[in-house]
């Protein structure tokens, strides 16, 4: 059993310890004469008796070693007493439903961070995550990692507070039904703009969900195609932005594509924006880093899908089965024009050693000059403002056919934080690069914000190398289900399970036994 979204059961007041349990099953007192509450929600027993299968799922443990049902009688594990202190058994728990053999493989598999099975539900009507780690951090006032359900062009596209099944203004129904699926068959009802969901950022950051660097991860998603489905984004951490080079705050998610003959492939991002905006043809803004799964992914029946990253590379798999899977001579032009000869075009697992991006550590890339002219395949620098102020870093890297044959370039990197055009207080500074590296120490009073903007210059021996390069601080993508940018996604959304580590393939291949 697991713990109400991850937090203790804990005392009202500080110090307290449990008393005899009290005639007539209230709420258990403290010697301080305080009650158990639920922190930070503020309520007693009266949440768990709401639905039985609450106390089944949530009261059974807690790191301090006390229960729900020893404070709350109706939660079982406690006992009814009458006026002579008579213990009277408490009655059995309700069968658990029909759902929960597959449930449980899901919460069995240890380093769970979210698992979302749009069912289960939090007190203020949302659906939740279950978890068998420390979410800590999480801001759970509506449960753990709460959904808002969204639909395109009625303001809840962006934004609290969406709504929850029971404030659903739509025909359009919230759930659905598929025969064969994990979960009795049921899903999220996702369509387009109609029905989509996120959870908001500010629930998740700095939160074990928010995977970033060289976090090692599962995402793992129960998914129903339609036919004549074409596209787009499962799951995951994806704002597209607007498309520009240096738009967009993407960090992972898994999505389906017409192209390649309907496939999957796990998105990971370094920059939050392009993947090789040093290109200089059509197609270079977009995140191009995927591990493109060989096998067909075929509509109108369950499937379950995956991707892990383990830092040092990416790769996909669906119904518990990677299927390697290469590029076609032409097939990925924006890559191949950076790389030329160099280019891999090994696609599954995908080679991605960057780190995941986080809006406050992160790579950004030069553009703007001549690759095969400046024997350079990427000129690019890691800023980190997630560390501890005095940690602090901005560095440079490159990627180049042969590193000896540039390590006596003279380069320097310059840049400027701005905000509303002023230099932010600690926000400037330049470094040299010697033998193909640099880096300089961040002020510790550098205090960065929301729409401030990162400006970066690129110059060897006082020319610059191609184009001053601007990068928009931002909040950082919500987890979304369904859509990110344009027309969305059309499916049947059974669950989503998140863990922080990487499965094996038995573990994988068990979670696609249903």
């Given at each position: 059993?697991?713990?109400?979204?991850?937090?203790?059961?804990?005392?009202?007041?500080?110090?307290?310890?449990?008393?005899?349990?009290?005639?007539?099953?209230?709420?258990?007192?403290?010697?301080?004469?305080?009650?158990?509450?639920?922190?930070?929600?503020?309520?007693?027993?009266?949440?768990?008796?709401?639905?039985?299968?609450?106390?089944?799922?949530?009261?059974?443990?807690?790191?301090?070693?006390?229960?729900?049902?020893?404070?709350?009688?109706?939660?079982?594990?406690?006992?009814?007493?009458?006026?002579?202190?008579?213990?009277?058994?408490?009655?059995?728990?309700?069968?658990?439903?029909?759902?929960?053999?597959?449930?449980?493989?899901?919460?069995?598999?240890?380093?769970?961070?979210?698992?979302?099975?749009?069912?289960?539900?939090?007190?203020?009507?949302?659906?939740?995550?279950?978890?068998?780690?420390?979410?800590?951090?999480?801001?759970?006032?509506?449960?753990?990692?709460?959904?808002?359900?969204?639909?395109?062009?009625?303001?809840?596209?962006?934004?609290?507070?969406?709504?929850?099944?029971?404030?659903?203004?739509?025909?359009?129904?919230?759930?659905?039904?598929?025969?064969?699926?994990?979960?009795?068959?049921?899903?999220?009802?996702?369509?387009?703009?109609?029905?989509?969901?996120?959870?908001?950022?500010?629930?998740?950051d700095r939160t074990p969900l928010d995977i970033s660097g060289a976090d090692p991860f599962s995402l793992v998603a129960w998914v129903w195609f339609p036919a004549g489905s074409n596209r787009h984004h499962?799951?995951?951490?994806?704002?597209?932005?607007?498309?520009?080079?240096?738009?967009?705050?993407?960090?992972?998610?898994?999505?389906?594509?017409?192209?390649?003959?309907?496939?999957?492939?796990?998105?990971?991002?370094?920059?939050?924006?392009?993947?090789?905006?040093?290109?200089?043809?059509?197609?270079?803004?977009?995140?191009?880093?995927?591990?493109?799964?060989?096998?067909?992914?075929?509509?109108?029946?369950?499937?379950?899908?995956?991707?892990?990253?383990?830092?040092?590379?990416?790769?996909?798999?669906?119904?518990?089965?990677?299927?390697?899977?290469?590029?076609?001579?032409?097939?990925?032009?924006?890559?191949?024009?950076?790389?030329?000869?160099?280019?891999?075009?090994?696609?599954?697992?995908?080679?991605?050693?960057?780190?995941?991006?986080?809006?406050?550590?992160?790579?950004?890339?030069?553009?703007?000059?001549?690759?095969?002219?400046?024997?350079?395949?990427?000129?690019?620098?890691?800023?980190?403002?997630?560390?501890?102020?005095?940690?602090?870093?901005?560095?440079?890297?490159?990627?180049?056919?042969?590193?000896?044959?540039?390590?006596?370039?003279?380069?320097?990197?310059?840049?400027?934080?701005?905000?509303?055009?002023?230099?932010?207080?600690?926000?400037?500074?330049?470094?040299?690069?010697?033998?193909?590296?640099?880096?300089?120490?961040?002020?510790?009073?550098?205090?960065?914000?929301?729409?401030?903007?990162?400006?970066?210059?690129?110059?060897?021996?006082?020319?610059?190398?191609?184009?001053?390069?601007?990068?928009?601080?931002?909040?950082?993508?919500?987890?979304?289900?369904?859509?990110?940018?344009?027309?969305?996604?059309?499916?049947?959304?059974?669950?989503?399970?998140?863990?922080?580590?990487?499965?094996?393939?038995?573990?994988?291949?068990?979670?696609?036994?249903?």
């Amino acid at each position: 059993m697991q713990t109400k979204t991850g937090l203790l059961l804990a005392l009202a007041l500080a110090g307290g310890a449990a008393a005899a349990a009290p005639a007539r099953c209230t709420d258990l007192r403290l010697s301080g004469g305080g009650v158990w509450v639920d922190k930070p929600y503020g309520t007693g027993c009266t949440w768990y008796g709401a639905e039985a299968k609450r106390c089944e799922w949530y009261g059974s443990r807690y790191r301090n070693e006390h229960t729900a049902g020893e404070a709350c009688c109706v939660c079982g594990g406690g006992m009814r007493t009458d006026g002579q202190q008579t213990p009277v058994p408490t009655p059995p728990p309700p069968p658990p439903p029909t759902s929960s053999s597959m449930s449980a493989k899901v919460l069995a598999k240890s380093h769970l961070v979210a698992f979302w099975d749009f069912e289960t539900k939090g007190p203020t009507g949302n659906f939740v995550a279950r978890s068998n780690v420390d979410n800590e951090g999480a801001e759970e006032a509506e449960g753990l990692y709460p959904v808002w359900l969204r639909r395109g062009h009625d303001g809840s596209e962006v934004g609290a507070p969406g709504y929850t099944e029971a404030t659903w203004p739509s025909s359009h129904p919230v759930t659905a039904t598929r025969a064969g699926g994990p979960f009795n068959g049921k899903g999220l009802n996702v369509k387009g703009t109609t029905l989509f969901a996120t959870v908001e950022r500010k629930s998740f950051d700095r939160t074990p969900l928010d995977i970033s660097g060289a976090d090692p991860f599962s995402l793992v998603a129960w998914v129903w195609f339609p036919a004549g489905s074409n596209r787009h984004h499962i799951a995951g951490i994806w704002d597209e932005g607007t498309w520009g080079k240096y738009s967009g705050q993407r960090q992972y998610a898994l999505f389906r594509i017409g192209r390649y003959g309907h496939r999957l492939f796990g998105h990971i991002s370094a920059t939050g924006a392009a993947s090789y905006p040093q290109a200089g043809t059509g197609g270079d803004q977009y995140a191009r880093i995927r591990a493109l799964n060989g096998a067909h992914l075929s509509e109108g029946e369950w499937h379950m899908l995956a991707m892990t990253h383990d830092g040092a590379q990416a790769q996909s798999s669906q119904d518990g089965v990677s299927t390697p899977n290469s590029y076609e001579e032409g097939e990925e032009w924006v890559e191949e024009r950076v790389y030329k000869d160099a280019f891999n075009p090994v696609t599954n697992p995908k080679e991605f050693s960057w780190g995941v991006f986080h809006p406050l550590r992160f790579v950004v890339k030069f553009n703007g000059y001549n690759v095969a002219a400046d024997q350079v395949n990427e000129h690019y620098v890691r800023v980190d403002l997630k560390s501890p102020a005095a940690q602090r870093t901005i560095s440079y890297g490159v990627k180049a056919p042969s590193l000896s044959a540039i390590a006596s370039r003279n380069y320097r990197v310059t840049y400027t934080f701005k905000r509303g055009g002023a230099v932010v207080q600690g926000g400037s500074g330049s470094f040299d690069v010697a033998n193909n590296a640099g880096s300089a120490n961040l002020s510790p009073s550098l205090v960065v914000e929301v729409d401030d903007r990162l400006q970066l210059e690129l110059t060897r021996n006082g020319a610059r190398v191609g184009s001053v390069v601007e990068h928009r601080m931002g909040p950082g993508a919500a987890f979304s289900f369904g859509r990110i940018l344009g027309d969305g996604t059309t499916m049947v959304l059974g669950g989503v399970a998140m863990y922080n580590r990487v499965l094996s393939e038995a573990e994988l291949q068990d979670l696609a036994s249903f």
